[in-house]
């Protein structure tokens, strides 16, 4: 599935009487989840089965809240686009220095369960506007089949490319070298392993080429690392 990065010109946090449980909601109108991580893991998990399309949050460790930063998906024959609300995401690193992103590969899309190229590209993006230039402390994670792959940006390796590429290139730079990772056999390899692996039970690192490394932790695991 590939994500793209779309400038929107306005953004609203709508903190609405809702449901207390993370849904798939459309542009602008989504309610502050108020939840730790612990408590919206099933959540994630129920999207991840039966969700018709992606979706992606801010999770505020710092305050408990899941903001959502899913705008529009595009469906095209061959992958679905999530773009992202900037705005939005530009206010909440403002306002906080810790963010974990997460986002689903839902099943019905039949979507691989490992990041995609759009994914990487969108993480060194965030990495170089927000944890290069900011300091900030950002972590990228995607909810599909089986467990949390998080992804993992070496922040000596992407000093140089942060510091000599214009900003508007970052996204479609950082893409470039997501492919590199999608593409890589190592990760074919391990993918089609996944669901053996999460049997384990243990974190695995299912690629890493000194400058992305990809960690699978099967859920079991993971909640328990949240506890
Ligand atoms: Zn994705």
């Given amino acids: 599935m590939r994500r ?48 018709k399309v992606e979706e992606a949050w801010v999770y505020l460790p710092e305050r408990e809240e899941w903001h959502d930063i899913g705008l529009e998906t595009t469906i095209t024959d061959h ?19 810790i963010l974990h992103f997460y986002h689903i590969h839902p099943e019905p899309l039949d979507a691989r369960v490992v990041p995609s190229a759009d994914d990487i ?20 994670l995607l909810a599909s089949s089986h467990g949390i792959m998080e992804y993992v ?9 942060c510091r000599f590429t214009k900003e508007e290139d970052f996204f479609e730079r950082g893409k470039t070298l997501g492919r590199i990772v999608v593409n890589s056999r190592e990760l074919w390899t391990n993918e089609s392993r996944i669901s053996s692996l999460a049997k384990k039970k243990v974190s695995t690192t299912i690629f890493n080429n000194g400058s992305v490394e990809i960690i699978f932790t099967p859920y079991p695991k993971f909640m328990d690392g949240l506890q």
């Avoid at 989504?30 to 612990?38: D, G, L, N, Q, R």
């Avoid at 590209?121 to 990228?140: L, M, N, P, V």
């Fill in 79 to 97: 992958s679905a686009s999530l773009n992202l609300d900037l705005e939005k995401i530009e206010q909440l690193a403002t306002d906080y220095s």
């Fill in 153 to 161: 940006l070496n922040g000596e390796r992407f000093s140089d490319f």
């Fill in 4 to 51: 793209l990065i779309q400038s929107v010109s306005t953004a609203f946090l709508f903190a609405a009487c809702s449901p207390n449980y993370l849904t798939i909601s459309p542009p602008s109108s989504a309610p502050i989840v108020h939840k730790s991580e612990t408590e919206a893991l099933p959540d994630l998990r129920k999207l991840v089965r039966e969700a």
């Fill in 121 to 140: 590209g969108s993480a060194i993006y965030f990495f170089c506007k927000y944890q290069h230039q900011r300091k900030k402390d950002f972590h990228y």
